[in-house]
């Protein structure tokens, strides 16, 4: 006897409505072809009812599960991926290394032919002249 094989508690709850299942078609047709009077185990309805509940209530945990697992892991990347972005666009001037404000950012790129391209804070802006 092997026990290396791992049955979930979902497989082990269909094998159990599969075993219930087998049991009452048994039951039929004995009942049809042996005693010639159909009758009915109203133990094995109680049972595949029981079964099927349970299952549902574990599909149901487990996606709910994995729902929440799912939301909680690409929150960090997209965190990470933001901080990556505002360094790269950050606007600093090509002197000193100061972060300069949009204004000045703007005005560099408009006068580009003065400052030969490059951002250049107020400051320094009259040196590059
Ligand atoms: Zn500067």
Do not use: T
């Amino acid at each position: 006897m092997s026990r290396r094989k791992k049955l979930s508690i979902s497989m082990l709850l269909v094998e159990g409505i599969a075993l219930v299942c087998m049991l009452k078609v048994f039951v039929w047709v004995i009942g049809n072809n042996v005693m010639k009077s159909p009758f009915s185990v109203p133990e094995l309805d109680y049972a595949l009812f029981g079964l099927g509940a349970l299952l549902v209530l574990r599909v149901g945990y487990v996606v709910v599960k994995a729902k929440v697992s799912n939301k909680a892991a690409p929150n960090k990347p997209v965190g990470d991926n933001e901080l990556e972005l505002s360094s790269i666009d950050e606007h600093v001037c090509a002197y000193c290394g100061k972060a300069v404000s949009e204004k000045v950012w703007n005005y560099c790129i408009a006068n580009s032919h003065r400052f030969h391209g490059g951002i250049y804070c107020y400051d320094h802006q009259r040196s590059v002249r």
